[in-house]
């Protein structure tokens, strides 16, 4: 049976995140202290990229077309991050304000999507 990428981050040591990432363990060391930190990282890293794609629709299409093309895409990013919430959650349990932190963003990010749907009249029911 296969298992889920993000399950075997469980099973890596940070040896194994530097081989990865095709850095010496000293560097995955001074720029992620912890696997914790690691994580936290990469959480910020696909918001900030979601958040960017949200901008980047916005900007060269309709708007509620930017807005399922958004949503369609957050679907498929889901799906292929399955482990990722888990992950966080388990590394991350202390760190809820950076959880949410993130959370408010792309929420935001969202909610600017929505409300140019909804000003160019293509939002609504």
């Known amino acids: ?9 469980f099973d890596l040591r940070f040896d194994d995140f530097a081989r990865l990432a095709g850095v010496g363990t000293g560097t ?4 992620f202290p912890t696997r914790e930190a690691l994580a936290e990282a990469v959480y910020h890293g ?3 990229a979601l958040c960017d794609r949200a901008r980047r629709l916005q900007a060269t299409l ?4 930017a807005l399922a093309t958004f949503l369609r895409g957050m679907v ?17 349990p202390d760190r ?25 009249g293509t939002g609504g029911p």
Do not use: C
């Open 62 to 65: 309709p708007a509620a077309e």
């Open 96 to 120: 809820s304000g950076a959880l949410a932190e993130g959370s408010r963003t792309l929420e935001q990010a969202v909610t600017d999507l929505v409300a140019a749907a909804v000003r160019d």
């Open 46 to 48: 696909e918001v900030a």
């Open 28 to 31: 995955l060391y001074r720029h």
């Open 76 to 92: 498929d990013h889901i799906d292929a991050h399955k482990g990722l919430a888990r992950t966080l959650a388990t590394l991350m």
């Open 1 to 9: 049976m296969d298992r889920e990428p993000s399950a075997e981050l």
